[in-house]
């Protein structure tokens, strides 16, 4: 099966622009989840999609919004962008079942630098 | 409010000697925990996981123990080999399974010296 992809792989925007990064899941997983990494913090729940639906969302502001299609590839948009969004996000697909550990499969991350 | 710590930024160890990795937690609601591996420029790799009704699973050399009443989890290495330097991060997980959402820790960074 072919891993997680993410596109494009590095981006730089100016301040105050929008950005859109795509996600493309392993096939059949339906759930989607994107995180972000920042030096010292670790990654950071952003949200989570599962069948076209937003399940989950972390402590994130409105700026970041994301979506699902229905083939499961999933977007995520971050508006007006400020320097503290430069970081590596990092998308990941799992195939939700109770009573398992729910491991998530992540892409290679997508490295946003804001100037 | 860090929910998933790991206290050790770095960690480095000998060619075949053990590696522990360190990984405390407040939340008594996470049900499941689970290892990831990174190398620079790639995504997290899943490694290994526990259940909160087990205090031991293990997987070839890499083996997690849990203390739920230390809120207290550790992964254990061994022997370590080169291959094994990267950044570990401790993950957790809630609701049965269902739910997708993992609080990670911050990271150790390993580094297995010949």
Known sequence: KAGVTQTPRYLI???GQQVTLSCSPISGHRSVSWYQQTPGQGLQFLFEYFSETQRNKGNFPGRFSGRQFSNSRSEMNVSTLELGDSALYLCASSA???GTSNEQFFGPGT????? | DQQVKQNSPSLSVQEGRISILNCDYTNSMFD?????KKYPAEGPTFLISISSIKDKNEDGRFTVFLNKSAKHLSLHIV???PGDSAVYFCAASAAGGTASKLTFGTGTRLQVTL
């Not at chain 1, 490295?111 to 100037?115: A, E, G, I, Y």
């Not at chain 2, 499941?32 to 990831?36: A, E, I, R």
Request: positive net charge; hydrophobic residues 35%; glycine residues 0%.
């Open chain 2, 32 to 36: 499941y925990f689970l290892w990831y």
């Open chain 1, 13 to 15: 925007k100016t301040r």
């Open chain 1, 96 to 98: 939700p079942r109770a």
């Open chain 1, 111 to 115: 490295r946003l630098t804001v100037l």
């Open chain 2, 79 to 81: 022997p370590s080999q």
